[in-house]
């Protein structure tokens, strides 16, 4: 497949924003102290498009922390389906990549959906750093995933559409005429660790008593850093809140992370997964073997975020690796 | 008829007590609830049979210890306050001394008039049906509790670590930073207050249910000495399984 691309320049970025935040509530990377977080941003000149990677991955905007997803009374219940038009600015294809991956599970999913239906993603080029294995997750080409995408090239931009959505924006006047075809657009770069997934995937099962998951749950602090700042890990809990009175309340979904004790306890006190061990290898199950098998990715982009936030310095690629999965 | 509420403390700040009056939704309590004993919060008490009561702080003097006993009679429910009835919380830092020395070391010369024993936790003096964690608790933690009790359920606990709320604030972790934190061991809720402003987290909410001890400790020695690691778990929740091991230097 040939993409079409348009060159847009930088002193014109600043328009393509305003146009955007015309209709949009948009969520740019900005500084935060010495690192770089996704926040809603009114003004391009907060906007920093050269940034390593943000702290939360975009998912802190589809499925949020605490979100109420219906209130009810003795009367019955009202859905409270989020109608906020929230356009990303400046995505790395990674994080860009893990929203068409999250797809996959949510699409069906009313609050997700009502979200995403309604968003517009621009992504951008990155600089890949030495946590970045987006290539070993087949998450470094451009997808669909993103509607519109600005690639760095020399002291311009080219913008691929890649929706209805980013061909409306691609038509207007800031980007230049002429067009620029190429092939396919791929972050390139060397690995510092490169794994080979459908290695990985078969090792897994086969690896289930491999010493790699004692030694590196023993090193685990269960403190769930690595499920939170992923870009797909989206386990959640649902609770009840009532306000003092039991006649009304809301229902909320919230985080919650599968390295935890209570995550597999089910009602009785039984536990599926009792031992950190367990937990632990479960991510990993999850992320390079099951989810593979239901949707043909793994639910992993590479991103590095897990890597860069562990404070016991536990490097996902590094026990793959021990698995077998050059 | 409204069920019929108590709040007693012992020994600490009545920081706790301050957050109940603190809610937002405090005359929605006063509403729901008919509060029959409140020493700090109105001039008219009398004991009669609760249907729940609130015990803030610690127990250090064999009134006290009556007390708690007289409450758990007179109370269909008990529910510990904040980390000093929890777990003992600063007062409990007798525990780790010689009482002798520590009573004149506070009180010089006057110190043999002072009656002062080793504190234990409320669990370890009466049965506890429920705790609000935390120095201080949080409104919110209090409105959660009544508000599941007025349903008729369970208050649930917050299962989760406090770097869970941590990092869902963005901050990047202290222990990365080399400052030692109790975040992954201590149970979260709280909305990770000090590690946002900079703080370790002190473990006041106590430990988790199941926590990875030894690899905090592993990651701990590298960046404190043994005093610090004494120190940082000897602080809000020294009586508390697991912290009561560190506080008292075994590591």
Not at chain 1, 186 to 204: A, G, P
Not at chain 2, 120 to 142: A, N, Q, S, Y
Request: aromatic share 10%; glycine share 6%; hydrophobic share 40%.
């Amino acid at each position: 497949m040939t993409l079409m691309g348009k060159i847009i320049k930088k002193e014109n970025l600043k328009r393509l924003f305003d146009d955007v935040s015309r209709e949009f509530k948009v969520i740019a990377p900005v500084k935060k102290g010495e690192d770089y977080v996704l926040s809603e941003v009114e003004s391009f000149s907060d906007v920093v498009l050269d940034y390593p990677t943000t702290i939360l991955p975009p998912k802190k905007f589809l499925l949020p922390y605490k979100e109420p997803i219906f209130a009810f009374d003795a009367e019955g219940f009202k859905d409270l389906i989020p109608d906020e038009k929230i356009a990303f600015f400046g995505l790395h294809l990674c994080d860009a990549n893990a929203i068409g991956r999250l797809d996959l599970v949510f699409w069906n999913d009313p609050y997700y959906r009502a979200r995403r239906d309604r968003m517009l993603i621009i992504g951008i080029s990155c600089k890949p750093t030495e946590t970045c294995f987006c290539k070993s997750m087949k998450a470094n080409s451009l997808t669909n995933a993103c509607d519109l995408f600005l690639l760095a090239k020399d002291d311009k931009y080219i913008g691929f559409s890649m929706t209805e959505k980013g061909r409306k924006i691609v038509s207007q006047l800031y980007f230049e005429p002429e067009t620029v075809n190429v092939e396919e657009v791929k972050i390139e770069y060397e690995e510092k660790l490169s794994l080979n997934l459908y290695k990985v995937e078969r090792k897994i099962l086969e690896d289930y008593n491999n010493p790699v998951w004692d030694e590196t749950a023993k090193k685990c602090l269960a403190c769930t850093n690595c499920t939170v700042v992923c870009p797909l890990c989206y386990c959640f809990d649902v609770v009840d809140e009532t306000f003092i009175f039991p006649g009304e309340g809301l229902r909320f979904r919230c985080w919650d992370s599968c390295l935890l004790l209570s995550f597999a306890r089910v009602a009785g006190g039984h536990n599926f997964r009792r031992d950190l061990k367990a937990r632990y290898r479960n991510v990993y199950t999850h992320k390079f073997k099951t989810y593979i098998d239901e949707f043909g990715v793994p639910s992993c982009v590479g991103c590095g975020r897990c890597i860069i936030f562990c404070p016991a310095n536990i490097d996902m690629r590094e026990v793959l690796f021990k698995l077998g999965g050059v | 008829m409204r069920p019929k509420v108590a709040i007693f403390d012992l020994t600490d700040c009545e920081g706790c007590e301050v957050q109940i009056v603190n809610s937002k939704l405090i005359d929605k309590v006063l509403e729901g609830v008919e509060i029959v004993h409140f020493r700090l919060g109105q001039r008219v008490n009398r004991w009669e049979k609760f249907d729940v009561a609130f015990v803030e702080g610690a127990a250090i003097t064999s009134d006290e210890l009556e007390l708690v006993k007289k409450i758990r009679e007179h109370s269909k429910l008990v529910i510990a306050l904040g980390s000093c009835a929890c777990f003992g919380g600063i007062a409990a830092i007798n525990n780790f001394m010689d009482l002798d020395e520590a009573k004149r070391y506070v009180y010089g010369e006057n110190a043999d008039k002072i009656e002062v024993l080793y504190v234990k936790p409320l669990p370890e003096i009466i049965k506890v049906d429920f705790m609000i964690r935390g120095c201080p608790i949080t409104p919110e933690d209090f409105e959660r509790v009544v508000s599941d009790l007025l349903a008729g359920r369970i208050p649930r606990e917050h299962t989760r670590p406090v770097c869970i709320d941590c990092k869902s604030k963005e901050n990047i972790c202290l222990l990365l930073k080399g400052i030692p934190c109790a975040g992954p061991v201590t149970y979260g809720g709280c909305g990770a207050p000090c590690p946002s402003a900079g703080m370790p987290c002190d473990g006041c909410r106590g430990p988790l249910e199941e926590l990875q001890m030894s690899a905090e400790l592993e990651l701990l020695k590298k960046i404190a000495t043994k005093e610090d690691i004494v120190r940082l778990f000897r602080k809000y929740a020294p009586m508390a399984s697991m912290f009561k091991e560190v506080g008292g230097g075994k590591l």
